[in-house]
């Protein structure tokens, strides 16, 4: 009887050390916000991994929750202030669903600025980023900024080679320096986040739509689009800028060891890493079109130097418009396109 006893007391005292290990691993949670389906390869190839490396620097202590598709409530626009309120501890959004808030950061959408190179634009961004974008990110405490594989053209039924063929089109944009290019196309723009795209398009709201390859799969545009077109050597017409970032009492909250925790998972080599990851989601995209049978154009030299051309304004307006708000336009684009080109390929 003494021996069951002493089992018996052994056994609970086991479960309740357990139980107070699983409480004291989990001491600090995390709700992350953002606008895409669980599903989507944003989540499960780049959000999940980085949480997962947050949770193991922390020796078990941080647990990051996803919350996907808006699932804590709001629009895709409204994510920043989410986080800037503290309604949500962390978000991933698209820096252009909040126009003039991110300036400078603006810099690295613009075409011209942005080519090709997914890893050296996110790496530039690294490099640059405590002297040059900071400022715009007041409030909150960025882990990490990104860009995607660069606006492509995807286009219903009219297959388009040259600026003029886009003239009068209704295109959807994902930012203003998008607006502005599709503006510069003689296109008319009209502004919706990417979850909306589907229902434009099938309700013809839009004759075609900017985006990177890697987001067909998710929205399944391999039914509703015939035609994918892209400049020669993968260049794309302008890109798109994102974040992730926490709410900044949130990060003065927390003791240097938890900050060490997401730091560390948060360096050089993963802004790097990320752009991988978009590059190869941009690949898949693709490829899933081409073997839903639909036309993959890739422009001659010739042609993608005549839409390069034709965008040159969009520059030059952006340069314009900043400037006015005392951020040196000319400076941030010379220094996006020299940090790119020193971070290419390596």
Do not use: C
Not at 70 to 99: K, S
Not at 183 to 197: F, R, T, Y
């Amino acid at each position: 009887m003494r021996l069951k006893t002493l089992l018996t007391t052994i056994a609970a005292s086991a479960v309740s050390v357990a139980m107070a290990g699983s409480v004291a691993a989990q001491e600090y949670t995390f709700k992350l916000h953002h606008m895409l389906g669980a599903q989507a390869p944003a989540q499960t190839n780049m959000l999940e991994p980085w949480a997962k490396q947050v949770e193991e620097n922390s020796g078990g202590r941080v647990k990051i929750e996803i919350f996907p598709a808006m699932t804590l409530g709001g629009t895709p626009p409204e994510l920043v202030q989410q986080a800037r309120d503290g309604v949500v501890d962390i978000i991933w959004t698209v820096n252009g669903y909040t126009p003039g808030q991110f300036p400078r950061t603006e810099v690295f959408e613009l075409p011209g600025v942005y080519l090709n190179d997914i890893s050296a634009a996110n790496k530039a961004m690294y490099d640059m980023f405590d002297d040059y974008l900071a400022e715009d990110y007041k409030g909150l405490e960025v882990m990490w900024l990104h860009v995607h594989a660069g606006q492509a053209i995807m286009s219903v039924d009219t297959e388009i080679r040259s600026p003029d063929d886009m003239s009068g089109m209704k295109v959807r944009i994902p930012s203003r320096t998008g607006g502005w290019v599709i503006e510069a196309l003689g296109a008319s723009p009209l502004a919706m986040p990417v979850p909306e795209v589907p229902a434009a398009l099938s309700k013809k709201v839009v004759e075609a739509t900017f985006l990177p390859w890697e987001i067909i799969p998710p929205l399944k545009l391999q039914n509703q689009i015939e035609y994918f077109i892209e400049g020669a050597n993968e260049t794309r017409f302008g890109t798109t800028t994102f974040q992730v970032s926490m709410n900044q009492a949130k990060w003065d909250s927390l003791p240097d060891d938890i900050k060490a925790a997401f730091k560390d998972a948060s360096g050089r080599d993963w802004w790097d890493e990320v752009g991988n990851v978009w590059r190869a989601g941009d690949d898949f995209g693709i490829k899933m079109a081409e073997d839903a049978g639909k036309t993959h154009v890739m422009l001659s030299e010739d042609e993608t130097a005549a839409f390069i051309t034709a965008l040159e304004p969009v520059q030059d307006r952006w340069i314009e418009e900043v400037t006015a708000k005392g951020i040196d336009g000319a400076g941030l684009v010379q220094t996006a396109k020299d940090m790119i080109a020193e971070n290419t390929d390596k």
